[in-house]
């Protein structure tokens, strides 16, 4: 995928869904990973001609995992013209090395999202942005599906009333495989995930999942995802983007 289809594809979203205002002071989150550097780019170019003026800010919260060299990532952030942080915390240690949690996931997420948010209000920024694509809308909704028997997936803008700063996921409407294609194209510095869990979670079985339903039932992901955006799933259902 090329910058121009990247572009094209993350307005549309915030034009849709109206993610962004003039003045705002963007928080990306940073893992390390092709979807959130993918974002990156595509929001430090965007902010270039989007008629809404707005900066970001790109913040990394540091697992502390060894190994993990976030260096490329600084030097990407430098070439884009983008201020970069690295926020430093003891989650894995907490996580594997005292709590020995069997099922990490949750417990690893709340931590990250709490040092995100505090860094965004520290550097004053009043929306962030997270990664979430095409695909992992889908498959978020299969697994409220399949773990939580209800029709749900998180919404294109929520405000967190808790840390008065709005959420915003630019990227819905790109596909991982474009993703795949832009990183290889672009030579995104990606960052290996170090966690040993990566691999082994319940989203990786739904993604292979959907991914065999997908072969036995062609333009699935296109019916899943159409269903989310005309169903009653808050924050998905706009009267003015549903077909007529």
Known sequence: MKLQRLLSYTRKAIDDYKMIDDGDKIAIGISG?????????SLSH???????????????VSMGFKDMDFSPVKQLCTELGVSYTIVETEISNIIFSHRKEANPCSLCAKMRKGAFNAKAKELGCNKEAYAHHYD??????????IYEGRFHCFSPVTYLEKSDITLIRPLIFVREADIKGFRNAYNLPVVKNMCPVDGYTKRQYTKELIKRLQSENPGLKERLFHAIQTGNVPGWNNSYLLPK
């Open 33 to 41: 990973g092709k979807d959130s550097l993918t974002l990156l780019y």
């Open 46 to 60: 965007l902010r270039r001609f989007y008629p809404k003026q707005f900066d970001i800010e790109a913040i990394t």
């Open 136 to 145: 992992d809308v889908i498959e978020t909704m299969m697994m409220s599906l």
